[in-house]
């Protein structure tokens, strides 16, 4: 298996520009999670998905984020408009149900920097 | 609510030291425990796991115990090498009521070994 597959690598975007970030999980893990991970604030846990549906938004930090799974092997993340508070690294990762016993698996991650 | 708490670094050793990473946690019930690793321009990897109390993980030469009576999990290594250089994060997941279980990290901790 590949891995958790996200992309772009890297995304330079000016402010009040749409952004998108994707990702691919494993195939057959029915959990997707997104982070955010900054210096000053560590690792956030944005949204997660289970079997395709949002469960928990709550650290989704305003109406500009949206996260959408339509498929089981695909998901995105968007931030419409950007601002410069949004640049930092967005992880995706997936992990197997129904015990969390074996972690997650994470991708390499999106390094957002909105100028 | 759960919570993880990790030494802060940064943590500078030479080759061949001891390594000591303190991890606490404060969840109910009976979290599973995991140390995380994160290479410089890299997702987290799983490092090692616990999941039960007494439990040892181990991993590439690091150990990290699950000591219930002291809610720790200490990540150790009787020699470390230049290549452990990285940030280590200490986490928890349980299920919350309501929903699926979720990763609780702590706020990482960077190490960099000397030749």
């Known amino acids: 298996d590949a891995g958790v597959i996200q992309s772009p690598r890297h995304e330079v975007t000016e402010m009040g520009q749409e952004v998108t970030l994707r990702c691919k999980p494993i195939?057959?893990?029915?959990?997707l999670f997104w982070y955010r991970q900054t210096m000053m604030r560590g690792l956030e846990l944005l949204i997660y998905?289970?079997?395709?549906?949002?469960?928990?938004d709550s650290g989704m930090p305003e109406d500009r984020f949206s996260a959408k799974m339509p498929n089981a092997s695909f998901s995105t993340l968007k931030i419409q408009p950007s601002e410069p508070r949004d640049s930092a690294v967005y992880f995706c990762?997936?992990?197997?149900?129904?015990?969390?016993?074996?972690?997650?698996?994470f991708g390499s991650g999106t390094r957002l920097t909105v100028v | 609510g759960n919570s993880v708490t990790q030494m802060e670094g940064p943590v500078t050793l030479s080759e061949e030291a001891f390594l000591t990473i303190n991890c606490t946690y404060t969840?109910?019930?009976?979290?599973?425990l995991f140390w995380y690793v994160q290479y410089p321009g890299e997702g987290l990897q799983l490092l090692l796991k616990?999941?039960?109390?007494?439990d040892k993980g181990s991993n590439k030469g690091f150990e990290a115990t699950y000591r219930k009576e002291t809610t720790s999990f200490h990540l150790e290594k009787g020699s470390v090498q230049v290549s452990d250089s990285a940030v280590y994060f200490c986490?928890?997941?349980?299920?919350?009521?309501?929903?699926?279980?979720?990763?609780?990290f702590g706020s990482g901790t960077q190490l960099t070994v000397l030749p």
């Open positions: 616990a999941t039960k109390a007494d």
């Open positions: 990762a997936s992990s197997l149900s129904p015990t969390g016993a074996r972690g997650y698996t």
């Open positions: 986490a928890l997941s349980r299920v919350s009521s309501g929903s699926a279980r979720q990763l609780t």
């Open positions: 195939s057959g893990h029915d959990y």
């Open positions: 998905f289970n079997n395709n549906v949002p469960i928990d």
């Open positions: 969840a109910t019930g009976y979290p599973s």
